[in-house]
């Protein structure tokens, strides 16, 4: 129970990113099992980050932890960078769970499988959940929601709305130039006819590397840094549409946030062929500073 003066610590960290002051940055609340519901929200609002995770015990056998994440508006089912900044702070203050390199957190969405490779900056992975196919989108109305015309786009294929547990729409583009141009009309989202208003729109054009995007309208963010929740649907996308390597043990590294300032490597990682592929999705997180809140 929170009572008066209580104190609750909590890490600041960046995350898809080994720079300070890059990346996404995330609050972790470590200690948060005796917070209300509606308190950790309040707190997530005064914070005012595109997420703060707050760590729980988990009922499940299965798993060390269970985490709940708030954007300043609203909960959410599963996130990236909260579930991989979550993990990094988990086994940093020495969680006996989260040493063995490989273990679970429990979310929403259920189980969410982690890995940690070991290095001088740890590389942390989550395995996306599974990907579902919401709908598909008219190309020319796509393009004016992010602000471009259709001749913006790749030619011949489709935007469509996938979800990992946080729906979004892929909107492929020709090039950098693009992505860096695109800006969302609510005028025109509002004739895309979606199936669900929290849709949140990704624009991607493929590079040599992988893919470079910016994600617009993330639970109510403007613009989200890096958006770990839809890399993994962007590589199924990008992996049936021939934009990048179909074979089993695929990588590749989608870069977001630049436009922000806040540039930002997601790593991915792809085992199995298109339709029965395992999606792992990986970035450094880089820890920049602690803080109490008192209530």
């Known amino acids: 129970m ?38 950790m929200q309040r707190i997530a609002r005064e914070l005012n980050l595109s997420e703060t995770v707050f760590v729980l015990p988990s009922e499940r056998a299965d798993c060390i932890a269970r985490l709940r994440i708030f954007t300043p508006g609203t909960e959410m089912r599963f996130a990236g960078h909260p579930t991989i900044g979550a993990a990094f702070a988990l086994r940093s203050a020495g969680h006996a769970g989260a040493q063995d390199g490989a273990f679970a957190v429990e979310e929403q969405v259920g189980l969410v499988p982690i ?63 693009a992505v860096d141009r695109a800006w969302p009309d609510a005028a025109h989202r509002s004739q895309m006819q979606l199936t669900d208003d929290l849709v949140c729109i990704m624009i991607f054009t493929p590079t040599p590397d992988g893919a470079y995007s910016r994600v617009f309208g993330h639970s109510g963010i403007a613009e989200d840094p890096a958006t770990g929740s839809a890399t993994g649907p962007l590589a199924a996308y990008m992996m049936r549409y021939g934009l990048a390597p179909a074979s089993d043990g695929t990588s590749f590294v989608s870069e977001q946030g630049v436009r922000m300032g806040r540039r930002s490597l997601l790593h991915v990682r792809i085992r199995g062929e298109y339709g029965s592929e395992s999606i792992d999705v990986g970035g450094h997180v880089r820890a920049v500073g602690r803080g109490i809140m008192t209530l």
């Open 2 to 39: 929170i009572t008066a003066a209580t104190e609750l610590p909590y890490q600041l960290l960046d995350v898809f990113t080994d720079v300070p002051l890059a990346g996404n940055p995330l609050a972790v609340f470590l200690q948060a099992d005796a917070l209300r519901v509606d308190l």
């Open 115 to 177: 890995r940690i490779d070991d290095g001088e900056s740890p590389l942390v992975w989550l395995s996306t959940p599974r990907i579902s196919h919401v709908q598909e989108v008219d190309r020319v109305c796509a393009a004016h929601a992010a602000g471009l015309e259709d001749y913006d786009l790749l030619p011949g294929l489709p935007c469509e709305v996938l979800s990992a547990g946080n729906p979004t729409l892929y909107v492929p583009v020709r090039d950098k130039d």
